[in-house]
């Protein structure tokens, strides 16, 4: 147990952390930056970092992706405290599936047939609940929001599609409060989310837990560095190599740079590197000088 008085009050809880990569493709230089900034949280907070491998979205996923991807965690030292979580998984998936015949039965979520087309028809592209009851055959399961202002702003949203799978929004929210998460860290693309993942816990009574978001990596076209817009594959090949990568994501999260590797004597390892930042960090806590606030306090802790 820790104590963390982070956000302004003090609560007591042992820190859980994680990183859920999608296996879409391997990490890039703003994955990187999440992995770094949710390990290093963890780390400070003496807390455990969990790796779950999201591939709940089977299409999706490419091959070989999940193994590169936690080879690269490996090659940068960052390793999971507890066996890594596959969304895939037969476990996972019967858990997904126990909660949303938990939501059907308590009529939170109603088959639906609409097509992406048809929602863009929809005032703001928002879905709104069905009036008229639907064949539960080959749809999706869309759960109702009734809280104003989630449904002003993302509307109805689905659990499971149409081909099967269970959305990601179902996936995580599950996911994290089966494994105890009390802090994601992730990067600020996925911010939009939270209104709905707050929501979907509510509705099941699990904790939320605090959420932090993390500066997102611009290419140099301006957009966010991303897979869909051929981000490369940060290189970990060696150990200079895994350096380099861990420095420029430092560099995102204001952490201090290491110029160079190997010429300080006290920083010839990467898990030497990965040190000096808990110990930077740890410093910045004391003197109440962070670089990066918690974009959202958690409410008071439930049912843990
Ligand atoms: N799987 C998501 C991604 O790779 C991250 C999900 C999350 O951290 O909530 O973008």
């Known amino acids: 147990m820790i104590v963390d ?84 998984s037969p476990i996972a998936q019967a858990r997904y599936q126990a909660v949303l015949d938990d939501l059907i039965a308590r009529q939170w979520v109603y088959p639906c047939h609409c097509s992406r087309k048809s929602l863009a028809n929809q005032p703001r592209g928002l ?9 539960p055959i080959g749809c999706a399961w869309r759960l109702r929001v009734d809280e104003p202002e989630v449904a002003a702003t993302v509307g109805d949203f689905v659990l499971k599609r149409a081909d099967g799978c269970f959305t990601y929004q179902l996936a995580v929210v599950v996911d994290d409060a089966a494994q105890g998460i009390t802090h994601i860290v ?44 051929g981000a490369q594959a940060i290189d970990t090949r060696t150990p200079l190599a895994v350096f380099n990568a861990l420095n420029a994501s430092a560099q995102v999260l204001g952490l201090p740079v290491v110029e160079k590797f190997g010429e300080i004597s006290e920083i010839s390892e990467i898990s030497e590197l990965l040190a000096y930042w808990i110990d930077w960090v740890q410093a910045q806590n004391q003197s109440g000088d962070l670089p990066n606030q918690p974009d959202s306090p958690a409410p008071e802790r439930a049912n843990q």
Not at 127 to 135: A, G, V
Not at 216 to 226: C, R, W, Y
């Open 5 to 88: 008085s982070h956000y302004g009050f003090t609560t007591l809880y042992p820190y859980r952390g994680r990183f859920a990569p999608s296996p879409t493709g391997l990490l890039h230089t703003g994955s990187l930056v999440a992995a770094l900034a949710s390990w290093l949280d963890a780390k400070v907070h003496n807390g455990k970092w969990l790796i779950r491998i999201e591939d709940v979205d089977t299409p999706r996923t490419v091959k070989g992706a999940a193994h590169g991807i936690l080879q690269q965690l490996a090659q940068c030292g960052l390793h999971s405290d507890e066996a890594v979580l596959f969304q895939s």
């Open 127 to 135: 879905h709104q609940p069905h009036t008229e009851p639907h064949s």
């Open 186 to 229: 992730r990067g600020a693309d996925l911010a939009d989310n939270t209104a709905r993942q707050i929501y979907l816990q509510r509705l099941l009574g699990y904790a939320t837990p605090h959420y932090h978001h993390t500066p997102l990596v611009l290419g140099e076209n301006g957009q966010k560095l991303s897979k869909q817009n």
